[in-house]
């Protein structure tokens, strides 16, 4: 995998975007939002800076997955997660669950060195501890060793949950990308300025459109390079700048990005663009589907306007244009036929 030159002072050994950190957690946004029973407005600044604190104290070696497998390759990952992609639509889980499986399996690809054949294993395993942390009703065994056409026995998959939970010290709540995107979305979308018969649609679109452009994005190596919360924000700003919308300053003071940062300080920006502009992708084929839904705004198959070739043009305006003939004239060839028509 080849390393990106970015222009920051990033340290040896560290994530892209480690240096930079919010600068405000509140948004007078905040108190109109509707809340569940579990969030709580006058915790937002505490609970904001924990996940910073989270996630800069527990980042994995970005590069551990180069440095340790042998017999896994990065082609192998991207396999693996289209692979769960589909395993999770067909449980039907929620959002939170197919990131907390990612970052269990890159966690612990960074950091244990791997057996090509139990890469399905470890993401049953990791898919199966993610769902109970996050659904009321998880899959079984049962389920999971079906899916995956018998690849592995159920006792298998119970000594693998065993073995991640014991190699993570059963800490599995880090703040995933996922997290971090919710965040940034929901202080995004609260200063949209659309005309109200066009709300609905243009917050839809940008909600789903970052989203795909970062599960595009996760499928490559190059995201581990990169810290989660850089990971969010800039599959916020990639969605909001392809359907025309500003990165506000109110978006700087939550992500801690300008959208200098995002064009010429990082290369994530143009990665995610790519993806997103990559429609007929082979390898992405599983994410392609899922947001080509209407319930995910069809962000998928989303193509830019392109207007008419000039050639097309030049040739339309030199066509002579058709005469139209007055009535007169159509009634008196009409006539004449008729009385070559009746002549002897």
């Not at 703040?175 to 018969?197: C, E, G, M, N, W």
Request: with cysteine; aromatic share 10%; proline share 5%.
């Amino acid at each position: 995998m080849e390393v990106d030159t970015q222009t920051d002072t990033t340290p040896d050994g560290k994530h892209y975007g480690v240096l930079t950190i919010p600068q405000q957690f509140r948004f007078t946004a905040d108190e109109k939002f509707q809340r569940g029973i579990s969030e709580t407005y006058e915790y937002t600044d505490a609970i904001g800076s924990w996940h910073i604190r989270m996630e800069l104290d527990n980042l994995p070696d970005p590069r551990g997955f180069l440095n340790i497998q042998k017999d896994v390759k990065p082609r192998m990952r991207t396999i693996l997660f289209m692979w769960l992609v589909d395993v999770h639509r067909k449980f039907n889980g929620v959002e939170e669950v197919l990131w907390r499986t990612f970052e269990i399996i890159d966690r612990y690809l960074a950091s244990q060195a791997t057996r090509r054949k139990d890469l399905q294993l470890i993401a049953c395993a990791s898919l199966w501890i993610a769902s109970k942390y996050h659904e009321i009703y998880p899959p079984t065994a049962d389920d999971l060793v079906h899916v995956s056409d018998k690849a592995f026995k159920k006792t298998e998959l119970v000594k693998m949950e065993m073995r991640l939970c014991r190699h993570f010290s059963m800490k599995f709540s880090y703040p995933t990308a996922f997290d971090f995107l919710t965040r940034y979305t929901a202080i995004a979308l609260a200063s949209i300025q659309v005309p109200k018969s066009r709300e609905e649609k243009v917050k839809t679109r940008i909600r789903f459109l970052a989203m795909y452009g970062m599960e595009r994005m996760i499928m490559d190596m190059h995201s581990l390079l990169y810290k989660p919360s850089l990971l969010a924000a800039c599959s916020l700003f990639t969605a909001m700048s392809l359907i025309s919308h500003n990165w506000t300053t109110e978006m700087e003071q939550a992500t801690g990005y300008t959208e200098r940062d995002f064009r010429e300080k990082y290369e994530l920006y143009k990665k995610i663009k790519k993806q997103v502009m990559d429609f007929t992708s082979q390898a992405h084929g599983a994410v392609i589907r899922k947001y080509a839904t209407p319930e995910r705004g069809e962000v998928s198959s989303l193509r830019k306007k392109v207007p008419p070739r000039k050639s097309e043009d030049t040739a339309r305006a030199r066509r002579p244009k058709r005469t139209t003939r007055s009535p007169a004239n159509i009634k008196a060839r009409t006539s004449g036929k008729r009385r070559r028509k009746t002549s002897p």
